[in-house]
């Protein structure tokens, strides 16, 4: 008989989708300075190429300057510099990973974006307070994967230590 044939009624299936989803995060990883980094997928509007980018006179050594992505002014900042880990060439693999944190956007140059990737609460581990090293301020948490460690970074700390809209001029 088909009626005798039990399916989990729909409320369970959506309350073990929510559990997976808060039990699972997708971050955008990338290469700094020989560094694996990643940030939250939904801080990320989109990974464009290394253009042209108008300089400005007086902002700090980490701000690139501005680009014109389809009609909006953006700042770029350069996020080795910004880690005091030194200036470094753009390469065919470098990006420009433009990140969105309240109302702002804003470009950050990596050396390369390598994939996105679905971690689970348990690779997560805390930062303690022995950490040290570049951008350590920025770091949210260290993520196991594999046989490495990704450096979680938190955006809004980031993105919050100088207003850097005002001081690129955006």
Known sequence: MATSTLEPPAAVESSDSASLREATSQIVSFRLANEEYGIDIMRVQEIILIGH?????????YVRGLINLRGHVLPI???????????TEPTEQSRIIVLNQEARTVGIIVDAVDEVLR??????????????GAGQDYVRSLVKFKSKLLILLDVDRLLAGEDV????GA
Not at 121 to 126: A, M
Not at 165 to 168: G, L, N, P, V
Request: proline share 8%.
């Open 53 to 61: 980018i108008t300089q400005m006179p007086n902002v700090p050594p």
């Open 77 to 87: 900042i350069d996020l080795g510099i910004r880690f005091g880990l030194g200036d």
């Open 119 to 132: 971690i689970n609460v348990e690779q997560i581990e805390e930062v303690s307070s022995a950490f040290m």
């Open 165 to 168: 809209t005002a001081s690129a």
